[in-house]
């Protein structure tokens, strides 16, 4: 599929793409291979989503971890302490 999305996007004159992948990097990296294959460049720059139980007593722990740079809250968002907790960690 990223050949065919390379090929597609040159046909009709596109210089840059961009990709979003969920729960996987696996097509940026497929992306970034069918770009190099092609004699094309690509930048880039996963940004990671953390979205299981984020509370106020792991999101300090969380955080601080390399890979994670954001966290998607659910139902800790629904108690305005502890919503309030995670934003101010």
Same mark, same amino acid.
């Given at each position: 599929?990223?050949?065919?999305? =390379?090929?597609? *996007?040159?046909?009709?004159?596109?210089?840059?793409? !961009?990709?979003?992948?969920? $729960?996987?990097?696996? /097509? @940026?990296?497929? =992306?970034?291979? *069918?770009?190099?294959?092609?004699?094309?460049?690509? !930048?880039?720059?996963?940004? $990671?989503?953390?979205? /299981? @139980?984020?509370?106020?007593?792991?999101?300090?722990?969380?955080?601080?971890?390399?890979?994670?740079?954001?966290?998607?809250?659910?139902?800790?968002?629904?108690?305005?302490?502890?919503?309030?907790?995670?934003?101010?960690?």
């Amino acid at each position: 599929m990223p050949q065919e999305l =390379l090929q597609s *996007a040159g046909e009709m004159g596109y210089e840059a793409l !961009a990709l979003t992948d969920h $729960n996987s990097v696996s /097509g @940026s990296m497929e =992306l970034a291979q *069918a770009a190099k294959g092609s004699g094309g460049g690509v !930048a880039c720059n996963p940004r $990671n989503r953390y979205g /299981g @139980s984020v509370k106020p007593e792991n999101v300090k722990a969380l955080m601080s971890e390399e890979e994670i740079d954001g966290a998607l809250v659910g139902g800790a968002s629904l108690d305005p302490k502890s919503f309030a907790a995670i934003v101010k960690y």
